[in-house]
């Protein structure tokens, strides 16, 4: 059960609603049965794979992206099965709305528990995806009451070479947040920019062209404040990033032209 002291500190940490701290604390006890029993059959990737690993401090979770290591059917199948068993304890009533194996691998199957909360599970098949490298990591699971959780997720230089492949696609203010995460932390190197090179969509490293246009600061401030303390504009997300990548970038053309 979520401690309701654990709840309003998550809260004020995050400059969150009350709803979405019990959206992440849902979000932990469903990675954690994930983990016990299905963590040799998915990656475990985007924005709340990197709040669980290398940024727990960015912003709280807002669903859960898994890529299938097989059949994408029978891992639906069995995610479907375990995410209900090993959580209905805690969560009583938890139902599929819609059903994971009733949905196409790019849509969203739903997660709804009795007061409301939800959260959105992204099963998606391998086939199509760039075999960007992972490791096991432990992830931080914030609750007391939620067991310890590990998965295989994106590397840290694989992370920023994958955000930056989305934001490249998409474009979107939790893209460019999670790229300015990853840029204070270190992430943006050399490696990410090789990686970017071999498995993005441009066959060259992120070039200022990627990074002319930041969401408006309206949009912003709608798809971010939602789940943390927002305290950095669009404008300036987007610079921060865009310096560290041509920085990363001109340091990998060196080592190129060394080799």
């Not at 002291?5 to 849902?26: K, S, T, Y």
Request: with cysteine; hydrophobic share 40%.
């Amino acid at each position: 059960m979520l401690d309701p002291r654990e709840e309003a500190a998550i809260a004020e940490q995050f400059g969150v609603a009350r709803a979405q701290v019990r959206r992440d604390h849902l979000i932990s006890h469903l990675l954690a049965a994930i983990s016990d029993r299905l963590a040799d059959e998915v990656i475990f990737f985007g924005g709340t794979a990197l709040s669980r690993t290398f940024a727990p401090d960015g912003r709280l979770s807002e669903d859960i992206d898994l890529i299938a290591c097989s059949s994408r059917s029978s891992t639906a199948e069995a995610l479907e099965t375990t995410l209900l068993r090993t959580t209905r304890r805690e969560f009583p009533g938890l139902i599929w709305q819609p059903a994971l194996t009733s949905v196409r691998d790019a849509t969203p199957a739903v997660l709804a528990a009795p007061d409301g909360t939800t959260v959105r599970v992204q099963l998606l098949s391998s086939t199509g995806y760039a075999p960007w490298p992972t490791e096991q990591r432990p992830l931080v699971q914030r609750y007391s009451d939620a067991a310890p959780a590990a998965l295989s997720v994106p590397t840290a230089p694989a992370f920023a070479a994958w955000k930056t492949t989305a934001w490249a696609h998409r474009a979107t203010s939790r893209d460019l947040y999670d790229l300015w995460l990853l840029a204070r932390l270190g992430a943006i190197t050399t490696d990410a920019a090789e990686l970017f090179t071999r498995l993005g969509p441009t066959n060259k490293p992120p070039s200022r062209a990627l990074f002319t246009h930041a969401p408006d600061e309206q949009t912003w401030h709608r798809e971010l404040a939602g789940q943390t303390h927002l305290d950095i504009t669009a404008n300036a997300a987007l610079t921060y990033v865009h310096d560290t990548w041509l920085d990363a970038s001109s340091q990998d053309s060196d080592v190129g032209d060394a080799r």
